[in-house]
């Protein structure tokens, strides 16, 4: 059985915080205890703060220039949408730039190297904590042919990415030869939904999905050479 804890009562985070400690001071405010492996899913925006990874924005030039700046390559535009291809391979509107839920006059941008990210704080929960855990760093993203955002994983460390069924039979006998499931994107989604946008909880626990393992967040984005649209 899966379970999924939000941690509540993290406060605001600024820059240089140390984020490791925030979590366990969450997990003893809630009554929780850390076991071998859980996963914490944490929302980008407390991991850019922490990373100083803010902005000013006082114009709307200042936004379209912040843009250029994150984006590797445009992709397309429609009046103020711009949808990018950052560095990171994510193809996102307007370059991931957030300026919901910060401060008026400033934006949040991505983590650096969002996979490093995940692994510094897992590293930190383990020692401290003598579990074996993961980690995600997640952001909401709208997806292609779909109304609608989920969030899904931009940072992994000590999370399977893909579960490859590939090889494998489905009930009937035949062979699968296309099937690989997005597990990390499943996680960051149903993580979500006891996160939500603007109930200020950064972080959630999940227990007993047995998806420890070896997986980096380049594993589920897909080469350009393989889009048909592009």
């Known amino acids: 059985m899966i379970a999924i804890w939000p941690l509540e009562g993290i406060p605001e985070i600024d820059a240089g915080n140390d ?8 997990c003893e405010q809630t009554g929780l205890t850390v076991e071998n492996g859980d996963i914490f899913v944490v929302t980008h925006k407390i991991v850019s703060k922490a990373e100083g990874r803010t902005v000013q924005i006082l114009t709307d030039a200042d936004y379209r220039d912040v843009i250029a700046d994150e984006a590797a390559d445009i992709i397309r535009r429609r009046g103020d949408l711009v949808i990018t291809r950052t ?3 994510f193809i996102c509107a307007n370059a991931a730039v957030d300026r919901s839920n910060t401060p008026d006059g400033s934006a949040l941008l991505l983590p650096t190297d969002p996979d490093r990210s995940a692994h510094r704080i897992r590293t930190g929960l383990e020692r401290a904590t003598g579990s074996t855990l993961g980690v995600l760093i997640t952001d909401t993203f709208g997806r292609a042919w779909r109304r609608g955002q989920t969030d899904v994983a931009i940072g992994i460390s000590g999370v399977k990415s893909v579960l490859d069924l590939r090889g494998t039979t489905d009930h009937e006998g035949r062979e699968l030869t296309a099937t690989e499931v997005a597990v990390a994107d499943e996680l960051a989604g149903a993580a979500d939904l006891v996160m939500g946008k603007a109930s200020r909880i950064p972080v959630a626990l999940v227990r007993g999905a047995g998806l420890l393992g070896e997986g980096r967040v380049s594993d589920l984005v897909r080469d350009p050479q393989e889009d048909l649209f592009l």
């Open 19 to 26: 984020l490791t400690t925030t979590i366990l001071t969450a």
């Open 87 to 89: 560095r990171h391979g």
